[in-house]
């Protein structure tokens, strides 16, 4: 061995144990390559040194460093690979083959990425409540120290795997459910039964109540009633009580829910071939209406208006022989103008409304009326559900500006030179109060809004979406709509948004334990008071995330406990409540706090924060409060918890190694740092859509799966690849998937066996990019790759449209905008960059 290799063999394990060791530590200390960026002089300035010790001539110096940087580059990829997939894939491996019991007190249940079956034993499914911190601080002081956000995400009605129980209805008679005396908190397993079982103390008030005597049951020698497991309320994080008539408006059992179909006939949404579409799905899709017994016919009724800047109402009240069509022109103040065959049961005027539903294409296929209106229908549909004395929804299919002379009318204010600036945030307020004020009125009215849009340009999302984002509702969009293209994608949204299970006229309160209180709420709702979130409608995909803040001391012996009652009309018209609870450990050490958090929960509270605050502070003020806070919470672990180590690593707790790389992914989202393509409507669309998110849609909506198609054996998914577009093989196939789109990326030297097996064309150039389904071959890869495709659409509340991506073709730049690990062409930074800042700023913090 020469002097060279002497020296490189001496200065390398040197090296190798400065940046890091090839299997990280339990402390997760920062990737090789991330070190070198940060300390790039210094290093080569330590190699340098210690060669020249080593007596090695100089001009042998510059040749070594050269020959090791390629290698610590390399190796990094390692690592960070290490921190992004095994992550995931070693929770799934560990926590995937037991099911998750909930009955150990503040216990973290596994990533939303885990396959996992929940038993109930005591405390809320993660299904229904997830929580940023599952040890919360003993006080106030901890939790500023810490900057960890405490916020549970609920998701009241969420639908549960087939393997798992829904929640059980409890029927306590006319007396109603069992509540605490003085904070009304509803009967629980927190609840400690004392004096024989003849009172019970309050375990969020302490108060102590006398037990009915309906109610009352001895207890065992451990203190428990005899028939603790024979109840629901008394053993289960979850269930629901049946409402008494004092817990109905007006002390009056609510009538069943109607839906009404509101069709604009303009000349856009005809051209499109919307209107024909709409109306011959709903001829089958009446027969799919909600229902709680799946054998009996739904209590549902439901009406139909046409509108372009009139409204059309149509009676099809089963004893005619056609519908009769009635024009309100007058929409400056508008009224119902018949009651009796507006609102009807599907079976009743089944006849009269498929004659409805054929004639309405045919009535208004000439049309040359561009303009509409948004208020009047909106007033119209609320005057109806006034009229019949019910709550019910209205599914609105809208395609332009609301131009016309009406209440509401809008106009068009897009603006892209006031993106980035500080007037940015007027540009995602609605244009006027009078959408606000029409969402409380619907509100009260348990008038739910669900709003598709089909523009061809701008609309105004953000004043259109008001109302819809205030009662609960949703928002759908499909821009530039093709029948051919989009038909699929529209479909079986509107399918799944009739069909899915709901409630209506609903308020949600949270009552906690002493110590801590709700403090602030992200979601589609109104509140008109500090407690209460009233829905007027809430479906099963819908979540609202609350904020807690400490008014007092917790205790490490008692913990801390919540209790989410939702009270609601069932789509049969009974009124119930439902309710979950959940207990979090309290600890007076940091570490005990960092150790017991969840970070995919983290990001899904960190961005509606961040996507609330764009309406009143200018986004790159956003953006640097997101970076501070996350940089606080690692900077104040690493203080008090990490063992001591180099200034030159970064350390991140064990559950929140993935914070800087998700944290990157919401910074620059495109609400946040939009791209030049990227319109003030996207972005409206976008932020009102992840205020209700659940935390494993926000998780696949900032950090895409992108799966190798190579081998799919058996009944597992690939290994998932980081979102880079480094990981991408010419000679490959990888699907994406956003949790609103999904890609389907092909290489340029992909092999003729995989692209035969996939598009039945073993020829690069023959593969068609338009095609939005892939043809159904007779073999194993097609048949799992279409499996795969259809599973990963069953897990999401929005039916995602599959795109062809040929590499290098000119689809392939909206393909690469969601690789979210690479520097944006909006100037986001990459991943490793991303990292040496955040570094950067812990360091400043801990200086």
């Not at 009078?434 to 598709?452: I, M, R, T």
Request: with cysteine; glycine share 4%.
């Amino acid at each position: 061995m020469n002097e060279t290799q002497k020296a490189h063999s001496s200065a390398l394990p040197y090296l190798q144990s400065l940046v890091h060791s090839d299997h990280p530590p339990p402390t997760s200390s920062l990737p090789p390559r991330i070190t070198l960026k940060l300390a790039h002089i210094p290093c080569i300035f330590l190699l340098s040194t210690i060669m020249l010790h080593l007596r090695i001539k100089p001009s042998l110096v510059v040749l070594v460093c050269c020959a090791l940087l390629p290698w610590l580059l390399c190796h990094c990829v390692y690592i960070i690979e290490w921190f992004l997939i095994q992550v995931i894939e070693d929770d799934r491996v560990n926590k995937s083959s037991e099911p998750f019991t909930t009955g150990v007190k503040g216990q973290a249940p596994p990533l939303v990425t885990t396959n996992f079956q929940v038993k109930d034993q005591g405390n809320a499914s993660p299904r229904f409540i997830r929580c940023t911190a599952y040890n919360m601080p003993c006080t106030a002081d901890m939790a500023k120290q810490s900057q960890v956000p405490l916020a549970a995400v609920i998701k009241p009605l969420a639908m549960l795997p087939p393997d798992e129980t829904p929640p059980y209805i409890v029927d306590h008679g006319d007396g109603g459910p069992i509540r605490c005396n003085r904070c009304k908190a509803y009967m629980c397993p927190y609840m400690q039964f004392i004096e024989g079982g003849r009172r019970f103390q309050c375990g969020f008030c302490s108060c102590v109540t006398e037990v009915p005597p309906h109610y009352f049951q001895h207890l065992d020698h451990t203190g428990k009633r005899v028939d603790c497991y024979d109840r629901p309320e008394l053993s289960q994080g979850s269930y629901e009580f049946v409402a008494t008539v004092d817990y109905c408006k007006n002390n009056k059992l609510p009538q069943p829910p109607s839906f009404i179909f509101f069709i604009d006939v303009s000349y856009n949404a005809v051209k499109s071939g919307m209107v024909n579409i709409v109306c011959q799905e709903l001829k089958t899709l009446l027969d799919y209406l909600p229902r709680e017994n799946p054998e009996a016919d739904s209590v549902v009724r439901v009406g139909f208006v046409t509108y372009n800047k009139v409204l059309h109402f149509y009676n099809v009240k089963s004893s005619l022989a056609q519908p009769q069509m009635m024009v309100v022109s007058d929409v400056s103040d508008m009224f119902l103008p018949l009651l009796d065959g507006f609102l009807v049961g599907v079976n009743d005027s089944r006849m009269v409304i498929e004659s409805l539903l054929d004639q309405i294409p045919e009535m208004f296929a000439d049309t040359r009326e561009t303009e509409t209106v948004f208020g009047p229908v909106i007033q119209a549909g609320l005057e109806a559900l006034k009229a019949a004395d019910c709550a019910g929804k209205l599914f609105v299919f809208h395609s332009t500006l609301p131009i016309a002379e009406a209440p509401g009318k809008l106009k068009n204010r897009e603006d892209k030179k006031l993106v980035g600036t500080d007037k940015e945030k007027s540009l995602f307020q609605p244009q006027s109060g009078f959408y606000s004020n029409l969402s409380k009125e619907c509100v009260a009215q348990g008038c739910c809004v669900d709003l598709f849009l089909f523009p061809n340009q701008y609309v105004d999302v953000a004043t259109l979406g008001v109302v819809p984002v205030s009662t609960g509702g949703s928002v759908y969009k499909y821009t530039y709509f093709q029948a051919e293209t989009d038909r699929e994608r529209f479909l079986n949204d509107l399918r799944r948004d009739v069909q899915k299970p709901m409630g209506f006229d609903a308020v949600m309160r949270v009552r906690t334990s002493t110590g801590i209180r709700a403090t602030d709420f992200f979601g589609s709702f109104f509140m008109s008071n500090t407690t209460d979130v009233e829905l007027a409608g809430l479906d099963c995909d819908k979540t609202v995330t609350v904020e807690f803040r400490h008014d007092d001391k917790l205790s490490e012996d008692t913990g801390a406990l919540m209790q989410c009652a939702v009270l609601y009309t069932s789509c049969s018209g009974q009124r119930r409540l439902r309710v979950h609870n959940m207990a979090v450990n309290c600890c007076s050490q940091l570490a005990d706090l960092y150790r017991n958090c969840e970070t995919d929960t983290i990001i899904n509270f960190f961005s509606k924060y961040a996507y609330r605050s764009i309406l009143n502070t200018p986004t790159k003020t956003v953006r640097d409060t997101m970076v501070n806070q996350c940089a606080q919470i690692l900077a104040c672990y690493r203080k008090n918890c990490a063992s001591p180590s180099s200034a030159g690593q970064l350390i991140l707790p064990e559950c929140m190694k993935l914070l800087p790389v998700y944290l990157n992914c919401v910074l620059k989202s495109d609400v946040l740092q939009p791209g030049a393509d990227i319109s003030l409507d996207d972005r409206a669309y976008l932020r009102q859509l992840l205020s209700c998110m659940d935390v494993s849609e926000s998780h696949i909506f900032f950090y895409p799966r992108l799966l190798p198609l190579v081998k799919l054996d058996g009944g597992s998914l690939p290994m998932a690849v980081r979102n880079s577009e480094e990981r991408l093989s010419k000679g490959g196939v990888y699907l994406l998937e956003t949790g609103l789109h999904l890609f389907l990326w092909v290489g340029a030297n992909a092999q003729q066996e995989l692209l035969s097996n996939i598009f039945g064309t073993p020829t690069f150039s023959q593969i068609d990019p338009n095609m939005t389904s892939l043809p159904e071959l007779d073999n194993p890869f097609s048949q799992r790759l279409r499996e795969i495709i259809d599973s990963f659409r069953s897990q999401r509340s929005r039916y995602m449209k599959l795109m062809v991506v040929k590499q290098e073709d000119k689809a392939e730049l909206i393909f690469k905008h969601f690789l979210c690990e690479d520097k944006s062409t909006s100037g986001g930074a990459s991943y490793v960059d991303f990292l040496c800042h955040m570094h950067k700023e812990i360091r400043q913090l801990l200086s």
